[in-house]
């Protein structure tokens, strides 16, 4: 069974609107971290944003946020006034306390931003 | 300042020539691992160390070993790359122990075999 799922394999959005990438996950571990990475065309994977399964509060990071809703065990990524920059794939990964160490990702979503 | 270091970046090897791949890291953690991301995919994880223990994915093939000699660097290699190898290969760290942190990644090696 998929442990990440990103239901949406592109998205466009216009330049300086909202934009929400889609991410449930499963897991019965009541420990757990949920991670969003931008990947641009040239292969880095950056780092956007942590929450953490403990946290109350929804994490934010500049224009980004994270619509934590645990119940549900979805992890939406929101990106705020988007930029031309924007445009790349975003990876949704978990990390659970009984996994040791593994970072699982979903399939990833490619954004493109219109000017 | 970077602090997950990959090289080389791009990579040409031959059909069946051995190749290492190295990931350096200032970051002193102790969790490394090695993915390996193919066109238009999410990023498969191939094994990773923890410390000096090495943890190997029961599907990760047995023509990658990888080699961890100390804490800051780690190496991939492929002992006969096929057609099939041709792919990014991303190095990442992360702080092992208590708590959930995140993992920083290298700028990925991109292999292509010939």
């Known amino acids: 069974a998929q442990k990440i799922t990103q239901t949406q394999p592109g998205m466009f959005v216009q330049e300086k609107e909202a934009v929400t990438l889609d991410c449930t996950y499963d897991?019965?571990?009541?420990?757990?971290?949920l991670f969003w990475y931008k990947q641009p065309s040239s292969g880095e994977m950056i780092f956007l944003i942590y929450?953490?399964?403990?946290?109350?509060q929804n994490a934010t990071e500049g224009r980004y946020s994270l619509n934590f809703q645990k119940a549900r065990k979805s992890a939406n990524l929101v990106i705020s006034a988007s930029q031309l920059g924007d445009s790349a794939m975003y990876f949704c990964?978990?990390?659970?306390?009984?996994?040791?160490?593994?970072?699982?990702f979903g399939g990833g979503t490619r954004l493109m931003v219109k000017p | 300042d970077a602090m997950v270091i990959q090289n080389p970046r791009y990579q040409v090897t031959q059909f069946g020539k051995p190749v290492t791949l190295s990931c350096s890291q200032t970051?002193?953690?102790?969790?490394m691992y090695w993915y390996q991301q193919k066109s238009s995919q999410a990023p498969k994880l191939l094994f990773h160390?923890?410390?000096?223990?090495?943890?190997n994915e029961a599907d990760t093939p047995d023509n990658f070993q990888s080699r961890r000699p100390n804490t800051s660097f780690c190496f991939l290699d492929i002992r006969s790359p096929g057609l099939g190898d041709a792919a990014m290969y991303l190095c990442?760290?992360?702080?092992?122990?208590?708590?959930?942190?995140?993992?920083?990644f290298g700028q990925g090696t991109r292999l292509t075999v010939v």
């Open positions: 929450q953490g399964s403990y946290d109350e």
């Open positions: 990964a978990m990390r659970e306390n009984n996994a040791g160490n593994m970072l699982t």
């Open positions: 897991t019965s571990d009541q420990s757990y971290g």
């Open positions: 990442a760290t992360s702080r092992g122990g208590l708590g959930i942190t995140e993992a920083f």
């Open positions: 160390y923890y410390d000096k223990d090495f943890n």
């Open positions: 970051l002193n953690h102790n969790v």
